[in-house]
């Protein structure tokens, strides 16, 4: 289990390979300490990536998804005259392997032993975050705790003498308020006190648990002797309390030594006897003492007057879980979400579109007419430019997703939506993810990782791509606002519904079939709410931007570019020449109107042929049987197979489809014209809208559930059931709409 | 020589009686002696005689009694080891002085010498430099370890003024002491790390919308949790005895 490390990113640089110091840095730095690797660590929700984002100035390395930390970020800081990596491990409550994120939490902080732990605590929730740092001081790693919140403490009229309590714990304490950046550099300056061993404040102060307790540590200790490398890696005391503990990873490790069963039989001979004399399971013993040593410690340094900030967040829970309405705020809510999405989104939709058209048209001034200029403005502006129209869309939405988990708000939708989670065999927390998925599957499907369950894991991880995420909302505005202009919000709206719908009825199928046995248990903490930092929230948005920005650069500029070239190639088909040559006799002739209608059909007429025995054509035509009893075509199908590299990709191809007939204004406007009169139903436009949303995750998506469930045949299944799914569905919506003459 | 092991410990307490008392007298007699281990002067008499044989005490019948150098020697390590113990278990531990003094004669026998050695250094060393601060740290030490030290409470036997139900089965606002936790395996190691324990305090806050979580105030925070989960939770409710 150990190697889960392995598909984490290892540290650019740790200690055991010290590195020259910079050379631009002026003052001599002692070779030894130049670079010290500092990991954060700390309850979630703790104020940890606040205290990250602050050290590291900048923003950090753009490797993962907003939202829920579940990667490993890391990033470069420079203090006086040392450089630390500082690496920002996902929140945990505890340091045993229970949850993934303890185990990447546990296996790192064992594998990659860093110079230094900074153990970031709210100090608002004092007991129960020192809980984890207790474990912290058994593992014995160099460690400095962050008071984080310190001012929100003050106002809600808690006093910590936190020198007092860092004397009584051994490990420094250092006050801070990680959005302000206050208290940063006395942290790191203690840190390096730490690491370096100069901190007069660091004792080693174990939990005591008690004589009958230590007595048998004592004695698995002893056998554990037997095993001197494991030992040196993980320290004697701990194992043996781990082994107690039944803790999966380190059992595991003990149970592959050599060692390991003699180890083994020592830890159950104590484990029977402590349970029989103590009449108590040994992990709540051990649980009940950590908490005693904490309570302890907290009675002697802490001094509460009165709970403001509860009362202030008790009030506002009051009103939005109420029983009755708790449900329709949430949802609204949510409508708010997306009507804000859309129709806020559509104004600066307009700029972007003028801009990409003035820019097309600038294009097709300046290159001269042939392949280059087919290539640049039909293929590259045409079709990127259908796309990055949506970046307004994707923007607000991520603006109120940011700002429903910096509130503490996820936690409560979380709360209200478990029941339904519940009924479908998934968690609570299943609705996060969930909620992600709205926005981007690809950080969802991350944010499973919050589950402790494998089942529960793959479950929502199966069924979080019917979230319908902003890439299929273009085709959906393009579609909706094409053929129900009048009712498109609903349409939209209907289209969301019916993925959540189907999530319900997936979820409950799998969960009898494929992922019998219980659902993890559900205990989840209530933050209280906090005023999101507008700096940390933006933050956010324009991560995601920058994904967005960046996918439109690489993938779907590369999807564009090949399907241009599928679509133009080859130029020639049966009866091409013919067609050519009544244009060029036309044109030749004066202009008349009769002439121009004529004209204009035989172009088009020209255009239509060429793309349908082009290579994209062809492939079309492959799908096609299979999309007609929708009354979907060629073109519809081709759309859905460049679909599969990035969603929005089915916009540009419909684009670039159905405008080649048409003189060359790429507007959706010109799009939306074109698709009305291609003879398409609104039938079968939501039948089209109903397999977008269903059919194959993207490419990104499905490489992600490759990497997540690490398993093939997962992935697999993944991609076949949407697709079938898909068809079954659309099929159905398609026929049911017919019945109402759509 | 004689080393501290090769005297019996009744030969060390009368060389102790002696050294304490010549501390405080010019001339000891046999009296003295019998009154400072409260036993009879026959008895002391004859021991002293056996003493003086194995050249550790100078006395003659009727004279006064005096310790042989040898005997000085003996004496003194007993008395710095039982002044050491003493101050070790009332000063660090705490103990009142008269069972201190008991112990301190206990244990001062059978001690081994190493021990003794340590024990003296690590006196020397609380004793030493700045006394105050090393006795406070080591009282803030214990404070914080009190938990660890006491022994557990037993489970609260259920009486009939005392009202217990599930936490599932709470009101908004009832507030009680949890009990007992019957739950197994993973979900109880998480309620566990989230603080839900025996003897802790709890407060219904309300039920979900659709009824299913929970929310409960532990530890000064919120905590959600099913229903299925809190029902393995006994809570002893406040008030019930005056209903």
Same mark, same amino acid.
């Given at each position: 289990m150990m190697?889960?490390?392995?598909? =984490?990113?290892?540290?650019?640089?740790?200690?055991?390979?010290?590195?020259?110091?910079?050379?631009?840095?002026?003052?001599?730095?002692?070779?030894?300490?130049?670079?010290l690797t500092c990991v954060l660590l700390g309850n979630p929700n703790a104020?940890?990536?606040?205290?990250?984002?602050?050290?590291?100035?900048?923003?950090?390395?753009v490797a993962n998804y907003p939202g829920v930390t579940v990667s490993v970020k890391e990033s470069?800081?420079?203090?006086?005259?040392?450089?630390?990596?500082? $690496?920002?491990?996902?929140?945990?409550?505890?340091?045993?392997?229970?949850?993934?994120?303890?185990?990447?939490?546990?296996?790192?902080? =064992?594998?990659?032993?860093?110079?230094?732990?900074?153990?970031?605590?709210?100090?608002?929730?004092?007991?129960?975050?020192?809980?984890?740092?207790?474990?912290?001081i058994e593992l014995g790693l160099p460690t400095v705790v962050a008071l984080n919140m310190s001012d929100e403490a003050r106002n809600q009229g808690i006093a910590v003498d936190h020198d007092k309590l860092g004397r009584l714990l051994g490990v420094p304490f250092v006050p801070t308020v990680g959005n302000r950046g206050i208290g940063l550099s006395e942290l790191l300056d203690t840190a390096v006190a730490v690491a370096e061993g100069t901190s007069d404040i660091v004792r080693r102060v174990p939990v005591n648990y008690g004589e009958d307790v230590e007595q048998q540590i004592a004695l698995v200790e002893q056998r554990i002797e037997a095993a001197p490398d494991l030992i040196e890696r993980y320290g004697k005391r701990w194992l043996a309390i781990h082994l107690l503990e039944k803790d999966k990873t380190v059992c595991e490790v003990i149970a592959s030594h050599p060692k390991g069963p003699a180890i083994l039989a020592a830890r159950d001979a104590a484990a029977q006897y402590l349970e029989s004399v103590l009449q108590e399971d040994i992990p709540s013993l051990f649980a009940e003492r950590r908490y005693g040593f904490v309570r302890g410690a907290v009675r002697e340094t802490v001094r509460m007057s009165v709970e403001q900030n509860i009362k202030i967040s008790?009030? $506002?829970?009051?009103?939005?879980t109420h029983r009755l309405l708790g449900l329709p705020i949430f949802i609204a809510f949510l409508w708010l979400m997306f009507k804000a999405t859309f129709s806020f989104g559509e104004i600066p939709m307009g700029w972007i579109e003028f801009g990409v058209r003035r820019f097309g048209a600038v294009a097709a001034g300046v290159l001269p007419e042939g392949f280059l200029r087919g290539l640049v403005v039909d293929g590259v502006i045409n079709g990127v430019g259908s796309v990055i129209i949506f970046l307004p869309n994707i923007l607000i939405l991520f603006f109120f997703i940011s700002l429903m988990e910096d509130t503490g708000y996820m936690a409560r939708a979380a709360f209200i939506m478990d029941r339904v989670m519940h009924t479908l065999g998934l968690h609570g927390k299943s609705f996060i993810p969930m909620v992600m998925g709205f926005g981007c599957n690809v950080p969802a499907i991350l944010a499973t990782r919050t589950l402790e369950n494998r089942s529960d894991r793959l479950l929502t991880i199966l069924i979080s791509p019917l979230m319908s995420c902003t890439a299929r909302l273009p085709v959906y505005i393009l579609l909706a606002g094409t053929f129900f202009a009048?009712?498109?919000?609903?349409?939209?709206?209907? $289209?969301?519904?019916?993925?959540?719908?189907?999530?319900?009825?997936?979820?409950?199928?799998?969960?009898?079939?494929?992922?019998?046995?219980?659902?993890?248990?559900?205990?989840?903490?209530?933050?209280?709410?906090? $005023?999101?930092? =507008?700096?940390?929230?933006? =933050?956010?948005?324009?991560d995601r931007a920058y994904l967005f920005i960046r996918k439109v650069g690489t993938v779907i500029l590369l999807a564009t570019i090949v399907i241009w070239v599928i679509c133009s190639f080859p130029k020639q088909f049966p009866g091409s020449e013919n067609i050519r040559e009544s244009i060029r006799q036309l044109e030749a002739t004066a202009v008349s109107t009769d002439n121009s209608a004529e004209l204009?059909?035989?172009?088009?007429?020209?255009?239509?042929?060429?793309?349908?025995?082009?290579?994209?054509?062809?492939l079309g035509e492959q799908v096609a049987p299979i999309l007609r009893p929708m009354g979907l075509g060629w073109k519809e199908g081709l759309a859905l197979l460049t679909g599969i590299a990035a969603k929005e990709t089915v916009v540009s191809t419909l684009g670039v489809l159905y405008q080649a007939g048409a003189d060359a204004d790429e507007s959706s406007e010109s799009l939306r014209a074109a698709l009305r009169n291609s003879g398409l139903t609104p039938a079968s436009a939501l039948a089209m809208m109903v397999i977008v949303l269903i059919y194959v995750p993207c490419l990104g998506t499905i490489t992600i559930i490759r990497r997540e469930t690490g398993s093939r045949r997962w992935t697999l299944f993944a991609v076949t059931y949407s697709c079938v799914l898909a068809w079954v569905v659309g099929f159905t919506i398609y026929h049911i709409a017919r019945l109402f003459n759509l | 020589m004689s080393e501290l092991q090769d005297v019996s410990p009744v030969t060390q307490d009368y060389l102790e009686a002696i050294y304490r008392l010549q501390l405080q007298k010019r001339v000891i007699r046999v009296r003295d002696i019998a009154g400072e281990l409260g036993l009879k002067a026959p008895t002391v008499s004859e021991n002293l005689r056996l003493l003086a044989e194995r050249g550790l005490v100078e006395h003659e019948r009727y004279e006064d009694v005096r310790l042989s150098p040898e005997g000085a020697r003996v004496a003194q390590q007993v008395h710095n080891s039982h002044r050491i113990l003493c101050s070790f278990l009332t000063d660090v531990l705490g103990v009142d002085s008269e069972t201190a003094e008991k112990d301190a004669c206990a244990i001062e026998h059978n001690i081994s010498p190493i021990t003794m050695n340590r024990l003296a250094a690590f006196m020397g060393y609380v004793h030493s430099e700045d006394p105050a601060h090393t006795i406070q740290l080591f009282e803030e030490y214990k404070k914080q370890k009190r938990d660890a030290f006491q022994t557990r409470p037993a489970p609260v036997k259920p009486s009939a003024d005392m009202k217990i139900c599930k936490l599932s089965e709470m009101k908004p606002g009832e507030e009680g002491e949890i009990r007992a936790v019957h739950e197994t395996g993973p979900i109880r190691k998480r309620l566990m790390e989230m603080g839900v324990l025996r003897g802790e305090r709890v407060r219904f806050i309300r039920e979900a919308p659709l009824g299913d979580p929970i929310e409960i105030r532990i530890r000064g925070y919120n905590l959600s949790l099913r229903k299925s989960e809190a029902s393995a939770v006994e809570v002893i409710l406040d008030g019930a005895a005056n209903n």
């Open positions: 190697n889960s490390l392995n598909t =984490l990113r290892t540290p650019v640089s740790l200690t055991d390979t010290p590195q020259p110091p910079p050379v631009a840095h002026e003052t001599a730095v002692s070779a030894k300490h130049a670079q104020g940890k990536t606040c205290i990250f984002n602050s050290l590291t100035g900048s923003r950090q390395r470069t800081v420079r203090h006086a005259d040392h450089t630390f990596t500082v $690496i920002d491990l996902p929140g945990t409550y505890s340091l045993s392997a229970y949850s993934i994120e303890e185990m990447i939490v546990q296996s790192y902080l =064992l594998d990659q032993k860093p110079d230094v732990v900074i153990n970031v605590v709210d100090v608002t929730n004092l007991e129960r975050n020192l809980y984890l740092t207790t474990q912290l008790d009030v $506002i829970d009051a009103v939005v009048a009712h498109a919000t609903l349409v939209i709206f209907g $289209i969301y519904a019916l993925g959540i719908a189907l999530a319900i009825l997936v979820g409950q199928l799998f969960r009898r079939t494929l992922f019998r046995g219980e659902a993890m248990p559900f205990v989840m903490e209530l933050p209280p709410y906090r $005023i999101p930092l =507008l700096r940390s929230v933006l =933050l956010h948005v324009w204009n059909r035989l172009k088009t007429e020209f255009a239509e042929q060429q793309l349908r025995y082009s290579f994209a054509g062809r | -």
